[in-house]
T-cell receptor, first 111, second 114 residues
Framework: AQRVTQPEKLLSVFKGAPVELKCNYSYSGSPELFWYVQYSRQRLQLLLRHISRESIKGFTADLNKGETSFHLKKPFAQEEDSAMYYCALSDRDTGFQKLVFGTGTRLLVSP | EAQVTQNPRYLITVTGKKLTVTCSQNMNHEYMSWYRQDPGLGLRQIYYSMNVEVTDKGDVPEGYKVSRKEKRNFPLILESPSPNQTSLYFC?????????????FGPGTRLTVL
């Protein structure tokens, strides 16, 4: 079965510090990985997906199939990055019918 | 404005009283889905629909029903709500690539079952 693990419930850093939100997955098929973000009083929205290989708001994430990880990184955190971050996995082989989320990590960036 | 809407946004009800949470999208998306969000458990998929009249169970379908009679609407029905269904519910939609495409989420419906 598909499973997504985010080991940290809360990650607290100071402005300007590097950030790494961890995500590990368990799936033997062809997964597609995503990071979704929910800012305070806003809707859950897509931050980035691994096949795009793009940087959004300074965040990047690399899919490491050997370590089955998809960690989200940013070299210099900003206060506006404070939000709830969810890693999610979908399965290409089944036509992406399901999206499995991790339990989420709350990022708090202090001034 | 392209969006997913849910109604009601907040609902307090009693055990056993049937209720429906509506979900509508104006983006002509084929795929729609319902999730519940609980502390420490993240978002869990309840039901999803690949197209009109095509629905399937997610990971936590017990106690819920859905229907997809029109492309834009995907209501969530609780025939006999129980307190363990107290949760925050999200509807989402995307293109036919399903989870492979970007899912657009509604604002959420906070349900309390007494």
């Amino acid at each position: 079965a598909q499973r997504v693990t985010q080991p940290e419930k809360l990650l607290s850093v100071f402005k300007g510090a590097p950030v790494e939100l961890k995500c590990n997955y368990s799936y033997s098929g062809s997964p597609e990985l995503f990071w979704y973000v929910q800012y305070s009083r806003q809707r859950l929205q897509l931050l980035l997906r691994h096949i795009s290989r793009e940087s959004i708001k300074g965040f990047t994430a690399d899919l490491n199939k050997g370590e089955t990880s998809f960690h989200l990184k940013k070299p210099f955190a900003q206060e506006e990055d404070s939000a709830m971050y969810y890693c999610a996995l979908s399965d290409r082989d089944t036509g992406f019918q399901k999206l499995v989320f991790g339990t989420g990590t709350r990022l708090l960036v202090s001034p | 404005e392209a969006q997913v809407t849910q109604n009601p946004r907040y609902l307090i009800t009693v055990t056993g009283k049937k209720l429906t949470v509506t979900c509508s999208q104006n983006m002509n998306h084929e795929y729609m889905s319902w999730y519940r969000q609980d502390p420490g458990l993240g978002l869990r998929q309840i039901y999803y629909s690949m197209n009109v009249e095509v629905t399937d169970k997610g990971d936590v379908p017990e106690g819920y029903k859905v229907s997809r009679k029109e492309k834009r609407n995907f209501p969530l029905i609780l025939e006999s709500p129980s307190p363990n269904q107290t949760s925050l519910y999200f509807c989402a939609s995307s293109t036919l690539a399903g989870g492979g495409g970007e899912q657009f989420f509604g604002p959420g419906t906070r349900l309390t079952v007494l």
